[in-house]
């Protein structure tokens, strides 16, 4: 008998687009030096207050209308009480389901594999990041600027069958968090968390009974997409073993962690150790009144997303299907890819160039296209050039990537260096009638049938012109001459 996998996700991502942190002043600001962003409040010092920040809960409310949510008529925290060396306040600010957090029951719909596939939202909730702990050889660090950093949490039902599915669904929240402005949603940089939890059941029983799922093992902070991918397809394994070997049934939910290094999810808790939180609602933030209007507000400030900008690629500029999925996969890639279309460029070769160069750059180097040496403006110069033909194709290349290796501004580079081709007609005439008067005996060759003399000629020429002749133009004229 075949198994289906049933798997729900609870992904967090830190809200890196507010000024200032969620409940202080402290600035929310990732790579600054350790512990310099940090007000009292976030160290619980006595007698300090949170207030909440209305943009992270502006953003927060945001996402929950992407995600298609019903937003609460008003907001609550509550405190999440344990004790850690990264959560000074011995609680954590966060909501529960009652009352409503930001958003609950929500649709998303994404695609996978050319197809489209839905996943249905339990809820979002905004909380506040813990520190960051930093373990060396023999001592721990930790880094307080990363304490009350606003962080959404979605908890999807488990809709997903696959680990391909998860990812792609994964893929499609980081760029609605970029899209909307709200996250840079970097998972190099720590920004989205996700706990990943895994059933599995029989593929006869109906999907829609929840008395026939499997027993929910979660796999605690997976940090990267790959790392999603692999724990789900180690739990699958592992839990269709143990159906084989009749195990499976007596398992209790557990709670198990990724390790990336052996590849294998190891047993951390079982669910009738689960902590006890002992919620209540945080008395020091009074319930917030949200407004109709200001949801209208915000509905109405919702952005282009993703879908919208690949949907005016395809019809707008003619790209293929598959060129605009690339360029819109990434915010910060379509916006490079955008400016180069603003500042005048082909739209086709713009295309082009940012698929197959700059991306293939990025990717080879593993670096963001924020951390790329040649800015759209930059790579605007060389398509500049090579449009109004003033340089191959080729030496487009040689350009682009001499200038990303000296670090070297194209326009300056184009300038020095020896690329500009010649493409006046007049010039490289003069310049094939000399090179022809200096080689009657090899034209009177040419004429007695030695033709493969011709690229010796051109030859001449380039020498002439240490390369910089247009070689269309070259032979135009060449073949012109020996006509004569
Ligand atoms: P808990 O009470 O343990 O937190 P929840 O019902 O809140 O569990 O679900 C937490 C996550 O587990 C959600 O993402 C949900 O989709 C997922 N989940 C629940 N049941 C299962 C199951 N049988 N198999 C896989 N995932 C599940
Ligand atoms: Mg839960």
């Not at 990264?86 to 998303?108: A, H, R, S």
């Not at 899209?179 to 109906?206: F, H, P, T």
């Not at 605690?220 to 790959?226: D, E, T």
């Not at 030859?459 to 002439?464: A, T």
Request: net charge negative.
């Amino acid at each position: 008998m075949g198994y289906i996998a049933k798997i729900g996700l609870e992904m967090h991502c830190e809200v890196s687009e507010t000024n200032t942190k969620v409940f202080s002043s402290a600035r929310n600001s990732y790579s600054d030096i350790p512990n310099s962003n940090v007000r009292p409040v976030d160290m619980a010092f006595p007698g300090t207050l949170p207030v909440v920040n209305k943009e992270a809960v502006r953003m927060a409310l945001m996402a929950s209308m992407i995600l298609n949510c019903k937003q609460p008529e008003y907001m609550y925290f509550e405190r999440k009480n344990y004790y850690y060396p990264d959560l000074p306040k011995g609680f954590q600010l966060t909501q529960e389901t009652k009352p409503i957090p930001v958003g609950i029951y929500g649709k998303v719909e994404f695609e996978c594999d050319n197809e489209i596939k839905s996943v249905r939202v339990n809820n979002l909730h905004l909380e506040e990041d813990a520190a960051s702990l930093d373990h060396y050889f023999s001592s721990s660090n930790i880094d307080y600027n990363r304490a009350g950093v606003p962080l959404l949490e979605l908890v999807t039902e488990p809709d997903l069958h696959s680990a391909n599915e998860a990812v792609a669904f994964l893929e499609h929240m980081r760029s609605v968090y970029q899209y909307a402005g709200i996250s840079e949603a970097d998972s190099k940089k720590g920004q989205i968390r996700c706990d990943v939890n895994v059933s599995i059941m029989d593929e006869n029983l109906d999907e829609e009974d929840p008395k026939n799922w499997g027993t929910k093992i979660e796999i605690k902070n997976v940090n990267s997409f790959g790392g999603v991918r692999d724990a789900i397809n180690y739990e699958i394994k592992r839990q269709t073993e143990l159906k084989e070997n009749g195990k499976y049934d007596e398992m209790e939910q557990q709670t198990r962690r990724w390790d990336e290094e052996s590849g294998t999810t190891i047993y951390m808790r079982s669910k009738v150790d689960a902590i006890d939180y002992k919620y209540f609602v945080e008395p020091n933030i009074p319930k917030i009144k949200i407004s109709k209007s200001w949801l209208e507000e915000i509905r109405k400030s919702i952005p282009e997303m993703a879908l919208d900008r690949k949907k005016k690629y395809i019809e707008k500029y003619n790209l293929s299907d598959y060129d605009a999925t690339v360029l819109v996969k990434e915010k910060n890639v379509s916006d490079y890819f955008e400016e180069l279309v603003n500042n005048n460029i082909d739209v086709k070769v713009a295309a082009n160039w940012v698929t197959v160069q700059v991306l293939g750059y990025i990717n080879k180097h593993d670096i963001s296209i924020n951390d790329f040496y040649l800015k759209a403006e930059m790579l605007g110069t060389i398509l500049k050039a090579l449009g109004s033909k003033k340089i191959s194709s080729k030496q487009a290349k040689e350009l682009f990537f001499k200038a990303i290796e000296e670090e070297k501004d194209p326009k300056e580079l184009l300038k020095s260096s020896d690329m500009t081709q010649i493409t006046d007609e007049k010039e490289i005439s003069d310049i094939v009638d000399k090179v022809m008067e200096n080689n009657q005996s090899q034209i009177e060759e040419y004429k007695n049938g030695k033709t493969n003399l011709f690229d010796y000629f051109v030859g001449q020429v380039m020498k002439e012109t240490r390369g910089k002749a247009n070689p269309v133009i070259t032979k135009k004229l060449i073949s012109q001459y020996l006509e004569k």
